[in-house]
């Protein structure tokens, strides 16, 4: 059984940075070729929204516009965790935020939340002005 949790939420001001995390068990990242990992967020009123992928056979990773040079995703050697580094934040960054991977489903669709199959329960970063 899949299961994927999120960490490291919390309240900033802008500016500052965070780390979250997410800890996958059920599966192991080189499970198939195209596995990956995103964090996705979403706000009040607002649709889900991918924030950054990355395949873990390739280490390639994606970013969304609003979050290029701030926001950095990587996987650890362990197989089990992707972390989402959060530098220079903003206010409009306020969300919760979730990781998923598109296990068992073939083909990852990047920051397309169509193909996840698994997410986890989120974790809120509030970034104040």
């Known amino acids: 059984q899949v299961q994927l949790v999120e960490s490291g939420g919390d309240s900033v001001q802008a500016g500052g940075s965070l780390s979250l995390s997410c800890t996958a068990s059920?599966?192991?990242?080189?499970?198939?070729?195209?596995?990956?990992m995103g964090w996705f967020r979403q706000a009040p009123g607002k649709e889900r929204e991918g924030v950054a992928v990355?395949?873990?056979?390739?280490?390639?990773?994606y970013y969304a516009d609003s979050v290029k040079g701030r926001f950095t995703i990587s996987q650890g050697n362990d197989e089990n965790t992707v972390t989402l580094q959060m530098n220079s934040l903003k206010p409009e960054d306020t969300a919760m935020y979730y990781c998923?991977?598109?296990?068992?489903?073939?083909?990852?669709?990047?920051?397309?939340?169509?193909?996840?199959?698994?997410w986890g329960q989120g974790t809120q970063v509030t970034v104040s002005s």
């Open positions: 998923a991977t598109n296990y068992p489903r073939p083909g990852c669709t990047g920051l397309s939340r169509r193909g996840y199959s698994s």
């Open positions: 059920g599966y192991t990242f080189s499970s198939f070729a195209n596995n990956c």
């Open positions: 990355i395949y873990h056979s390739t280490g390639s990773r």
